[in-house]
């Protein structure tokens, strides 16, 4: 799970996790606060901002927000398209959730949701054929 508030924006060489939400450690921009500041150095965006619940936690994040985290995962996969699902998840339980439908080489298309929940399915997407190993 992400924090629904994180923009993914650089991937980081941090080997230390294995499973991770996004599928690798990322630097990015946290979006909690209107101007977008840039999030609060690398250990805050490896424990708060790639791994979500940071609810009384992150001085930025909403004590009011609808969701805590995101989670993603491969629903379906083809010779066209891979369908992405997302949880939008609060006090971990489901919240929302839906499928994303991205086609290789030209990006997402079905997809009814923010920005921001498609750049971070993009790089969970990324991270995914980055490591999926040819048939």
Not at 46 to 60: E, I, K, M, Q, T
Not at 71 to 98: A, M, N
Request: contains cysteine; hydrophobic residues 35%; proline residues 7%.
């Amino acid at each position: 799970m992400a924090c629904p508030y994180f923009e993914p924006v650089a991937r980081l060489q941090d080997r230390r996790w294995t499973r991770l939400p996004l599928g690798d450690t990322y630097e990015g921009v946290c979006h909690a606060s209107s101007r977008g500041a840039p999030s609060s150095g690398p250990a805050l965006s490896r424990d708060l901002c790639n791994l979500g619940y940071a609810r009384g936690h992150c001085s930025r994040f909403p004590l009011d927000a609808p969701a805590d985290a995101v989670r993603f995962s491969i629903y379906h996969e083809d010779t066209t398209s891979i369908s992405i699902q997302f949880i939008l998840e609060k006090e971990y339980f489901p919240l929302e959730h839906g499928l994303l439908k991205f086609a290789p080489g030209a990006g997402f298309f079905q997809a009814n949701c923010s920005d921001l929940l498609l750049k971070q399915a993009g790089a969970f997407v990324d991270n995914y054929l980055r490591r999926k190993v040819p048939v």
